[in-house]
């Protein structure tokens, strides 16, 4: 089977790290997102990948073309203008080979479990059928309302709390026949959500729901992105890689021996930890990080090349590739540094500050 992943999406909610980086590459576990997912789908059997491009194509295209993804054969679609999700699919429609196919939107990360949702899929009869899950606040995404067999009675997109019926949300996964393909408009802004989903209904299409009590997040917000690492973080370490290092010290590494390092804790290639650093896990500290002596360290990811000076306090943010902390600085509370920024000596960042990329910040100017 085929699937189609919808990665066009400017990830605006993640920004800064979205800046120069397209949702679908910011990385997890130091790994782009894309290709955790290109995995989850080759263990279902599913190798035939169409990408729907819009933003930063050429990241994406790059990536995969130096890695060389061997089990995966990927076709590339670049929308000029956004199409909305659902007439991104339309545009791949001369790439699909008339059969039902999967499409699934680029921020999600799931477990659930494709080959019962297309057995599901082809006894109910659907159209389509939709992967539901159940999340506390159902007002930030489309909520799906279904009768007793599972059959989909009302679709709201984005719903006041007046207008919340049920817990149960669209997870972002569909199987859609072929056929469907003919409602949606060419070359037309189109979405699923609240475009063809409602049509279907109103027409009397049999749409599905597929409740699934499977892992599933959208990491499409900075506190979402870091839920997921801590997350995936303690399954590796309960999964008996143990507390303190999972998966291994990457190669080239220096950590020096008075360094302690609790709880679960990723560490990429080449990175340099000084004297009494504290690491309090779940932590990911990217390829070629630095931190200095006394840092400590705690709930937070660090993508690829940053350093941190001495003394400092880091925790529960989000530091982009190649920022640089000075001495003595407290980051905590959910802040975000987009790409290359410097903070100056002994600033106190909090109350989840963004930080747009290569800004820098002179010593002492910020304190909370
Ligand atoms: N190719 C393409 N073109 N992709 C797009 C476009 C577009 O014009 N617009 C959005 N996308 C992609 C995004 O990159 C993302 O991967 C996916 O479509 C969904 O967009 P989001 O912006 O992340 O939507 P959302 O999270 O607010 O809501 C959607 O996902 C929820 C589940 O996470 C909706 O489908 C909700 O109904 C759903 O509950
Ligand atoms: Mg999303």
Redesign the pocket.
Known sequence: MQAV???????T?LRPLTVNTP??MVPILNQPYLEHNLDYLKKHGIKDVIL????LPHRIKTYFDSVGEQDSHLTYVV?ST????A??VK?VEPHLHGEAFYV?????VTDIDLRDMYTFHKREKASVTIALTAVENPT???VVETDNNGRVRRFV??PGWDEVTTNM????VYIVEPEVLKLIPSQT?YM??QGLFPLLLKQGEKVCGYPSTGYWI?M?TPEKYLKLHHDLLHKMARDGRDGGVVGGIGEGCSIHPSVQITGPVLIGKNCKIGPRVRIIGPVVLGDGCQVDEGSVIEGAVLWEGVHVGAEVNLKDSILAANCRVAGHCWIVGGCVLGDGVEIGEGNRLGQAIRVWQGKKLEPGTLSF
């Open positions: 992943i919808l990665v066009g999406g400017e990830g909610r949702k679908s729907a491009l819009g933003y929308e956004p199409l909305g999700t007439g991104a545009n699934f939107n680029g921020d999600i930030a995404f489309g997109e984005k949300i669209n997870a972002g802004f699923f959500e959208d499409g």
